[in-house]
T-cell receptor, first 113, second 115 residues
Framework: QKEVEQNSGPLSVPEGAIASLNCTYS??????FFWYRQYSGKSPELIMS????GDKEDGRFTAQLNKASQYVSLLIRDSQPSDSATYLC?????????????FGKGTHLIIQP | DVKVTQSSRYLVKRTGEKVFLECVQD?????MFWYRQDPGLGLRLIYF???????EKGDIPEGYSVSREKKERFSLILESASTNQTSMYLC??????????????FGPGTRLTVT
């Protein structure tokens, strides 16, 4: 059974600080990794994808992947109240293709003004 | 921008009714998916399709069927709705292996209540 584990939180971070979200996965053969943001009552919105070991930066967001440790993280710099949401980590065995993603249950992030 | 649309945002049906949830994507993606999302259980894959008229069961297909007659459209069917199918239903689409678009995009969701 493929599993993706996340701390459910809530994770409370002061405005302007760095929020660090973590995720581990069980399928060592996984090739694609995604972070989604989901506001209450809304559908998940893709914010980052990463396919290779190392860091990938996009604006205030940095995704980090370590396949040897089966670990993915998301850093949010200069956190804003609008970043308050549930963040879902998702994993796929291939790049693209018909495989559905396996999702973690999400980390609830609260940015305190 | 990828756009995935779903036919209804909110739906209320009675037990035993046949329910159709429609999803359309405009990115010419080969792959389409139906998930449901429930508190404490997260997102679970119901069915997916990798081509017109092709379908595969996901993790929780019982009580559901799907139809894909056109590439852009993927329908989820609840043959006889039950109260335990009350949930948020999310459609998604994703490019193929050769397309270079590996990312999966979701529609806005349909919140279905079965009474």
């Amino acid at each position: 059974q493929k599993e993706v584990e996340q701390n459910s939180g809530p994770l409370s971070v002061p405005e302007g600080a760095i929020a660090s979200l973590n995720c581990t996965y069980s399928d060592r053969g996984s090739q694609s990794f995604f972070w989604y943001r989901q506001y209450s009552g809304k559908s998940p919105e893709l914010i980052m994808s990463i396919y290779s070991n190392g860091d990938k930066e996009d604006g205030r967001f940095t995704a980090q992947l370590n396949k040897a440790s089966q670990y993915v993280s998301l850093l949010i710099r200069d956190s804003q109240p609008s970043d308050s949401a549930t963040y879902l980590c998702a994993v796929s065995p291939r790049r693209g293709g018909a495989d559905g993603l396996t999702f973690g249950k999400g980390t609830h992030l609260i940015i305190q003004p | 921008d990828v756009k995935v649309t779903q036919s209804s945002r909110y739906l209320v049906k009675r037990t035993g009714e046949k329910v159709f949830l429609e999803c359309v994507q405009d990115m010419d993606h080969e792959n389409m998916f139906w998930y449901r999302q429930d508190p404490g259980l997260g997102l679970r894959l119901i069915y997916f399709s990798y081509d017109v008229k092709m379908k595969e069961k996901g993790d929780i297909p019982e009580g559901y069927s799907v139809s894909r007659e056109k590439k852009e459209r993927f329908s989820l069917i609840l043959e006889s709705a039950s109260t335990n199918q009350t949930s948020m239903y999310l459609c998604a689409s994703r490019g193929g292996l050769a397309g270079g678009d590996y990312e999966q995009y979701f529609g806005p969701g349909t919140r279905l209540t079965v009474t």
